[in-house]
């Protein structure tokens, strides 16, 4: 059943305000919103009630959902989107002034504001918010979400935030430590080989008991004439200030104001476990690409690299608060963190000459080969060398098993599948490569299949880069000549299908590790990823980021340029909600994931996430138009 009434005058201060709680109307001029409510009228529909149907003709109205749900359905009853509170259809109808194509149906008792046709053309042509959004709905929805994460994380990067970071995150080294009867002349010589500025006496359970700094060393040593055959002990500082390393920053600068010291042991249960000097504190500054690509390259210890490896998850959240886009925010951090792996594994082969004139290639595989890592992420990696005797590789495989520990120290997990350079499966020759690329192509085993989703998306990243690309130029040839396995990875890929509901906005999960929620990842942004890697490889090309493949599938599928803008936007809206999700559970102190709960979601990012969903679906129907499906 349909009632239509006009509204009275009376309820036009309070249809704006409710308005104004939706894009585009919350960015739209008084005088315009004053237009606007004017001119509209409400309209009750039933539950099942249908509120448009397929026509020739263009729709003499905008819709405007008040309260309640609307599901549109396509001609054989599938419902293909589902519109919630502050939602508008047929746009793309009234925009084309064409017939709707859908048809829309009540799933829930449901209110709507009713807009005549004349007066939406006379509102798109006078309103610039208005027009905006209804020709860009994605990027307009997008760029007033960014407003708002730009206010809520700029609060955080004050120095107060900064310095609210336990003094353990500044130790980049172990301590210089020695017992209280060392000879100077041997205390001196550590810190001249370990270039510090302080050494801390300890006991037998390592306890500081007492420190030495470089500038003690010249009152107390050099100018008073001490011989350096004279112990540590009678010339250090006793029973020094310490802190616990889980303290705060902001409380060792009040002790070294209070107590006028540079220099401050840490301690956990009582034992020696770092320095800060007070250098190293008011280092504490804005972070930049630059400097911890400068620190990374000047790093000679591995055991320093797990700071920086925190200082890149820092900076990632400096970036997303200042607004960059998730395809340069996911492209820096997998940079930064190339940058790292290549200073490892650097440090790892200095000494290690059985490598000595072999050539290899250590092999980013996953979101890292595709530049698209979040916060969370383990290690997807391989290694490809060419001709090599058995002693040389065992010698590459125990390389590769210390780097994997190094970078597991480092926050990137051991991958539980074992997708590894240490695993002797994934650590082979180029001739070893093509074979096995060539058994799961001819094979196409659900196994097959779903390594292909990893390691098809290799990427050189330290070595000889040649062997990388020679193996991926083989492979697209491979993958070219061989369609019925193209057919089956898209048939594969259809089989993920985006969690959007019939009855509710989104399918939630029912794990009990994860209740009632989406996985961003799996669900969310694996469709473009998925889709993305078919279209390159059938186009032989050597992309392997998932933006790059479907631009460079959009124009040899002849896609068109604002559809394929759509599925870029949503697909980085997708990957930019995983840091943003990730990195509030990082400060929370709980282990990242991809999973949320869109009832935790501001109802701006709500819609959105819907939005993108959908073009995950538009993606996924392309694919299934290709491939038949």
């Known amino acids: 059943m349909t009632h239509t009434i006009p509204l009275a005058n009376s309820l036009h201060r309070a249809t704006l305000d409710a308005l104004r709680r939706q894009a585009p109307f919350s960015a739209m001029p008084e005088d315009e919103m004053l237009w606007l409510v004017q001119r509209l009228s409400v309209a009750y529909f039933a539950r099942d009630a249908v509120l448009l149907e397929p026509a020739a003709a263009p729709p003499d109205s905008l819709f405007i959902i008040k309260q309640g749900t609307v599901s549109g359905d396509t001609a054989d009853g599938q419902t293909v989107l589902q519109l919630a509170t502050g939602e508008m259809f047929p746009l793309g109808a009234l925009l084309a002034g064409r017939?709707?194509?859908?048809?829309?149906?009540?799933?829930?008792?449901?209110f709507c504001y009713l807009l005549a046709a004349a007066d939406f053309h006379t509102l798109l042509a006078t309103s610039t918010e208005f027009n905006d959004f209804c020709t860009r709905r994605i990027a307009s929805l997008l760029e007033e979400s960014q407003r708002a994460v730009q206010s809520e994380y700029a609060l955080a990067l004050d120095d107060e935030h900064r310095f609210a970071r336990p003094l353990a995150s500044l130790v980049r080294r172990a301590p210089l430590s020695v017992l209280s009867d060392t000879p100077l002349s041997n205390a001196l010589a550590a810190m001249e080989a370990t270039r510090v500025g302080s050494v801390v006496v300890v006991d037998a359970?390592?306890?500081?008991?007492?420190?030495?700094?470089?500038k003690d060393v010249l009152a107390r040593v050099t100018l008073a004439g001490v011989p350096?055959?004279?112990?540590?002990?009678?010339?250090?500082?006793?029973?020094?200030?310490?802190?616990?390393?889980?303290?705060?920053?902001?409380?060792?600068?009040?002790?070294?104001?209070?107590?006028?010291?540079?220099?401050?042991?840490?301690?956990?249960?009582?034992?020696?476990?770092?320095?800060v000097s007070e250098k190293d504190i008011?280092?504490?500054?804005?972070?930049?690409?630059?400097?911890?690509?400068?620190?990374?390259?000047?790093t000679d210890e591995p055991a320093r690299l797990p700071t920086l490896a925190h200082d890149i998850g820092d900076l990632a959240h400096s970036l997303l608060a200042q607004g960059m886009d998730a395809e340069n925010l996911t492209a820096i951090i997998s940079s930064l963190n190339d940058r790292l792996t290549e200073r490892l594994i650097?440090?790892?082969?200095?000494?290690?000459?059985?490598?000595?004139?072999?050539?290899?290639?250590?092999?980013?595989?996953?979101?890292?080969?595709?530049?698209?890592?979040?916060?969370?992420?383990?290690q997807d990696n391989a290694l490809i060398f060419s001709a090599a005797d058995d002693?040389?590789?065992?010698?590459?495989?125990?390389?590769?098993?210390?780097?994997?520990?190094?970078l597991d120290a480092c926050g990137f997990p051991l991958c539980k599948g074992g997708i590894m350079a240490s695993n002797p499966k994934w650590c082979l020759s180029l001739t070893d490569w093509q074979q096995q690329f060539t058994q799961w192509i001819d094979h196409g085993s659900p196994e097959a299949l779903l390594h292909a989703s990893i390691f098809f998306d290799f990427r050189p990243l330290t070595g000889d880069a040649s062997l990388a690309l020679d193996l991926r130029g083989w492979l697209n040839r491979a993958a070219q000549k061989n369609p019925r396995f193209l057919h089956q990875m898209a048939g594969n890929a259809?089989?993920?299908?985006?969690?959007?509901?019939?009855?509710?906005?989104?399918?939630?999960?029912?794990d009990a590790a994860h209740p009632h929620t989406l996985d961003l990842k799996l669900n969310g942004a694996t469709p473009f990823v998925d889709s993305a890697r078919i279209f390159a490889l059938a186009a032989g090309s050597p992309q392997t980021n998932t933006a790059?493949?479907?631009?460079?599938a959009a124009h040899a599928l002849h896609i068109p340029e604002t559809e394929l803008a759509d599925w870029n936007r949503a697909f980085h809206f997708l990957q930019l909600l995983r840091l943003r999700h990730q990195h509030g559970q990082q400060r929370a102190g709980q282990t990242p994931d991809n999973h949320i709960n869109p009832d935790t979601l501001n109802p701006l990012d709500r819609r959105i996430l819907k939005e993108a969903l959908r073009q995950a679906r538009k993606v996924q129907a392309r694919l299934a138009m290709d491939y038949h499906l």
């Not at 504490?284 to 000047?298: M, N």
Request: aromatic share 4%; with cysteine.
């Open 346 to 378: 650097t440090l790892e082969c200095e000494t290690d000459h059985a490598l000595a004139g072999l050539r290899w290639c250590w092999l980013a595989l996953g979101s890292e080969g595709r530049m698209e890592q979040t916060l969370a992420t383990d």
């Open 391 to 406: 002693a040389q590789r065992d010698a590459l495989r125990a390389m590769a098993l210390r780097v994997n520990h190094r």
């Open 205 to 214: 359970v390592g306890q500081p008991v007492g420190i030495l700094t470089l």
């Open 99 to 110: 017939g709707a194509a859908n048809r829309y149906v009540a799933a829930t008792d449901t």
């Open 282 to 298: 008011f280092a504490l500054r804005r972070l930049s690409v630059e400097g911890i690509t400068s620190a990374i390259a000047r």
């Open 548 to 552: 790059k493949r479907l631009r460079e």
């Open 228 to 275: 350096l055959a004279t112990p540590i002990s009678a010339v250090m500082t006793a029973n020094p200030a310490t802190l616990p390393d889980d303290m705060p920053v902001a409380d060792a600068l009040v002790l070294m104001a209070r107590e006028g010291i540079h220099h401050l042991p840490l301690v956990s249960a009582g034992k020696l476990v770092g320095v």
């Open 494 to 510: 259809l089989r993920n299908r985006p969690p959007l509901g019939v009855v509710r906005d989104f399918v939630l999960s029912d």
